[in-house]
């Protein structure tokens, strides 16, 4: 059986990447799906079966759980086309493999000169920006196994127009050095194997409303159910993690069809997939490099840690390559352990 589980882990490191390099836009929560940490980002955004930093919750809640230290991150990713994004965090453990977070992620699109019905300018510009604010809690319920879920609370606001929605993520890790005896796994060509699954937007969507002169309309985005399975092992002594995702999206589209009848709603559902895969190297004391490809998309960073009296303090940076003639981005992060 044990046999079993180690093959089953290891399998999602040798699949292929299974999709194209495509856009991720163009659906409620989009923001969501580009990785905001540094760290996670140069690994090519492969962190569901890691996710033990500051940013965990943004990938698997459930890695909270190995925070021993309270953590304070801020991240930011440098963007083109006048977009930015960013977020903040807090971890607090609390009793027996626990922890308690709380982070806000947020996300603006630039402004554009705002015209009349005619077409004509107005000398107003209109502006768009989204915030997700949350709270997360995980528990290592068992040696080798992690449960943790966040629930989430999303606004958006375009021009004049303001949608807010509740959603509700959970994820699980499998810690299977754990299923063996104690110290069994230390002498192994690879070690601190593990396995993710993490479920996103669960009842997450965007009601809209609009009102004008004479005439109304309504309208809802709902965010892609997002499911996700990943896999994660250390060698060259613990040297070297090696991590990898694949995330199979489920996207509803719905409009309203009139017929002789009245007015139907229409329905169509489809399915995207995502392979990310990324590794890091702890090449000297406190020095961390880092390299990955998230669905075809060329990734890179590194990492210092600087120790002081009350903790430490890391600083992450991380470069993502070209993607759909969109331009490459820089992300920062500092993280504070105390």
Known sequence: ???????????????????????????AGSFLNMPVNARTAAMGGAFNAVSNDGAAMLYNPAGLQTMTDKVFTSSYRAMKLDRMLGFISFILPTHRESSLGFSWVYAGYGD????????????????????????????????????????NYYTKNMADLRASSVGINIGSILYIDSLFRYGEMDSKVITDITAGLVIKNFAAKYPWESKGVGLSATQTDK??????????????????????????QVKTVEWDESTGDGTVTQKETYTDSYFRIGGEYNAIDNLLLRAGLNNGVLTAGAGFVF????????????????????????????????
Do not use: C, W
Request: no cysteine; proline share 2%.
């Open 223 to 248: 965010f892609p159910l997002s499911v996700g399975i990943g896999s994660s092992f250390k060698a060259l002594r613990r040297k070297l993690l090696v991590a990898s995702d694949l995330e199979l």
């Open 112 to 151: 554009v000169e705002r015209r009349n019905i005619s077409g004509q300018l107005t000398g107003e510009t209109i502006s768009a920006n989204e915030h997700d604010f949350a709270v997360s809690f995980a528990k290592r319920f068992m040696p080798y196994l992690a449960v943790g879920t966040r629930l």
């Open 1 to 27: 059986m044990k046999k079993i589980v180690l093959f089953i882990s290891l399998l999602i490191l040798i699949v292929p990447a299974v999709s194209r390099a495509e856009s991720q836009g163009g659906f």
């Open 307 to 338: 120790n002081f009296n009350f903790g430490s303090l890391q600083f992450d940076y991380a470069f993502s390559g070209d993607k759909v003639d969109e331009g490459e981005d820089h992300v920062v992060t500092l993280g504070i352990r105390f």
